[in-house]
């Protein structure tokens, strides 16, 4: 480990001050003669475009001394061959990142492995990593559409300024999408309220190649206190919000709440709903 941060240390030290020599020369040869903004826009527009090459090149050097270090190591030695090196292109937040890693063929048998890719969580075959996909799921709770979301992933994770280009297509982020947990745990909350407020109503979906035939989905909101924002509307603090079409949806629904709270420390439910039966 320690050979393994000198040589990190070295490599990262030198691409930084390749990219920021490069960088302030450019800058320096830019700049107008007297005070203007143009000079002001040269820096930031400069500053971003020389960030984004010099995090994926630090990185592409880390993953690569990384490699190299357990091909050498006594270990990898002992327990397997050398296969084949190949390269691998992520796309993250910082864009697409292109590092070369090498495969294995254990002595003893057995399937082929690469090392680097099991050591990061990486799984086989994934065009777009984890920051990215965790990016796409947070933000898909902000719009229904499919093509405006591959829009603001494509801006935020891959676009420039002056650059509107930038962009992942509505099929690939609907399949990012599918494949994501349905599955989740909540935050434990720091304190439990005496009372906590549920909301509940129904929302009918139509079925796709059903003669327009609904489901019914059954919804619940959780909150502990109303808050005035600057809207017609008040704001509902600390929501948890919940959909199922179990048949034990209240249930579920406690089962949900208990991960956030202790709700042997709740003292009143508070229910509102439209007077459906099932409510």
């Avoid at 003893?108 to 690469?114: D, L, T, W």
């Avoid at 050591?119 to 990016?135: I, M, N």
């Avoid at 929302?203 to 909150?223: E, H, L, T």
């Amino acid at each position: 480990m320690y050979i393994l941060t000198q040589v990190l240390n070295c490599a990262i030290r030198d691409v930084i001050e390749d990219h920021v020599t490069s960088f302030t020369q450019h800058f320096l040869d830019s700049l107008h003669n007297g005070p203007t903004l143009q000079n002001y826009l040269h820096l930031i527009q400069g500053t971003q475009a020389i960030l984004k090459p010099c995090l994926q090149t630090c990185i592409t050097t880390i993953l690569e001394s990384m490699d190299q270090t357990y091909r050498d190591s006594t270990v990898r030695k002992q327990f397997a061959y050398v296969k084949v090196r190949r390269s691998r292109t992520l796309w993250t937040i910082h864009g697409p990142l292109t590092y070369c890693r090498t495969i294995y063929q254990p002595k003893h048998g057995g399937p082929c492995f690469c090392y680097l890719d099991e050591l990061l969580g990486l799984p086989r075959y994934t065009k777009f990593d984890s920051s990215v996909c965790a990016h796409i799921h947070q933000r898909a709770s902000e719009t229904n559409s499919l093509a405006l979301l591959g829009r603001w992933i494509g801006q935020d994770c891959f676009g420039q300024i002056g650059r509107t280009d930038a962009f992942i297509s509505r099929q690939t982020i609907r399949n990012i999408l599918k494949k994501a947990p349905r599955q989740f745990t909540l935050e434990r909350a720091q304190r439990t309220p005496e009372t906590l407020y549920i909301i509940a109503d129904e929302k009918y979906i139509a079925m796709q190649g059903q003669d327009k035939q609904k489901q019914m989905i059954k919804c619940a909101v959780s909150y502990e206190h109303r808050v005035d924002i600057e809207t017609k509307r008040p704001g509902l603090s600390n929501k948890v919000i919940f959909a199922s079409l179990s048949p034990n949806f209240w249930e579920d629904f406690l089962d949900r709440l208990s991960e956030r709270y202790d709700l042997s420390q709740v003292k009143h439910f508070i229910l509102m709903g439209d007077g459906a039966n099932w409510i």
